[in-house]
């Protein structure tokens, strides 16, 4: 059983910048970040592969995002930047503790998740 543990979420106004962390206590395949805002369904908003990295972004966040992770300290990140008011969310951490396919559109693939850590953007 892997535990992962976000941190970092916050209130912020339009235009400003956070940094989200997901620390995970074992070995992790795949690392996602998702996101669930008021009234909406769960979205992907990006993913890296602990190996190779090769991060994805939603088209959504892509512009906007950085994922990273820091395998040594078991640690991922999410950079948001020019945060909107429609950022605000919920977001999530999610793993892969086993090699595989890993797809934000397929949030089946992620065994573990986090409680999650409020984001909300005032304009």
């Known amino acids: 059983q892997v535990q992962l543990v976000e941190s970092g979420g916050g209130s912020v106004q339009a235009g400003g910048s956070l940094r989200l962390s997901c620390a995970a206590s074992?070995?992790?395949?795949?690392m996602g970040w998702f996101r669930q805002a008021p009234g909406k369904e769960r979205e992907g908003v990006a993913r890296?592969?602990?190996?190779?990295?090769?991060?994805y972004y939603a088209d959504s966040v892509k512009d906007r995002v950085t994922i990273s992770r820091d395998n040594r300290a078991n640690v991922m990140y999410l950079q948001i930047f020019s945060l909107k008011p429609e950022d605000t969310a919920m977001y999530y951490c999610?793993?892969?503790?086993?090699?595989?396919?890993?797809?934000?559109?397929?949030?089946?693939?992620?065994?573990?998740w986090g409680q999650g850590t409020q984001v909300t953007v005032s304009s």
């Open positions: 074992g070995y992790t395949y795949c």
């Open positions: 999610a793993a892969m503790g086993y090699a595989g396919y890993c797809s934000l559109s397929s949030e089946t693939g992620f065994r573990y």
């Open positions: 890296i592969y602990s190996g190779s990295g090769n991060p």
